[in-house]
């Protein structure tokens, strides 16, 4: 008797854990842009949503908002609470100058443990930074790490956001990144309809990496236009609750600019 319920006590903290994490599993690209393609961020098949992570920061973000004026581009910018209530004016100057402000969690952190109401709170706490310092209310959000554990999904939806990941990335936060290996490993992965992944800050990424991104910057819009795409935020981009599969129009990363 004893034994069986220390296995039904002991299934529990499992089975909560199972429960926390499962959704997780749409980190994955082939799961989510297969099965999940609304979620991936798929929309319509002429266009491509820009979209930044883990800013805003004064050091990096005021050079990411000049070069896509330059572009005449807008982009969807996932922002991190405790940077928004640090720097509010940059907040409400990326919306100003046109681009979205989406919330990306009140830290970066990664979830280890199931805290149901702590996602809640700290998502909520975000989208009321991102409300009071740009005077517009959020839509979407993001994970740290595109974790989206059930607590965190559930808080999104709580607040009223709805969640996008991503459907290729620039592998831009390494300290390797080149803006060479950030626009080719971008192109690899994008196609028509697709959401590309990139970061206007180091904040959790190596030191200075966020040059890298900049510099690759026109580059991965120019081959984006030459493939018949256009280039814009994730309100533009024609979203919807199950996406819509985009034809093969594939990048292709030519010569970079000197």
């Known amino acids: 008797m ?135 209310a959020p839509r979407w959000y993001r994970p740290p790490y595109g974790i989206l554990t059930s607590g965190r999904w559930a808080a999104a939806r709580r607040a009223g956001l709805r969640t996008v990941l991503w459907t290729a990335w620039g592998e831009d936060w390494r300290r390797d990144a080149t803006p060479e290996s950030v626009r080719t490993t971008a192109a690899a992965g994008l196609r028509g309809g697709g959401t590309l992944l990139l970061h206007d800050t180091d904040h959790a990424s190596a030191a200075e990496s966020w040059r890298a991104t900049l510099g690759a910057l026109p580059d991965i819009v120019a081959d984006c236009r030459a493939a018949g795409l256009t280039v814009g935020s994730l309100g533009e981009h024609g979203l919807t609750e199950g996406g819509t599969p985009g034809p093969e129009r594939v990048l292709r990363a030519g010569p970079v600019r000197g």
């Open 2 to 136: 004893r034994s069986g319920r220390a296995v039904r006590y002991a299934a529990v903290p499992v089975a909560a854990g199972l429960a926390h994490i499962g959704t997780a599993g749409t980190w994955l690209p082939g799961v989510r842009r297969r099965w999940f393609p609304g979620l991936a961020g798929q929309g319509s098949p002429g266009h491509i949503a820009l979209t930044f992570d883990d800013g805003p920061d004064p050091a990096s973000t005021p050079c990411f908002l000049d070069v896509l004026d330059t572009l005449g581009v807008r982009a969807t910018f996932f922002v991190l609470g405790e940077n928004v209530v640090r720097h509010p004016a940059l907040a409400r100057e990326l919306v100003l100058r046109g681009h979205e402000a989406a919330v990306h969690g009140w830290t970066h952190s990664r979830p280890w443990r199931p805290a149901p109401r702590r996602d809640a709170e700290e998502v909520r706490r975000a989208a009321d930074a991102v409300g009071r310092a740009t005077g517009s």
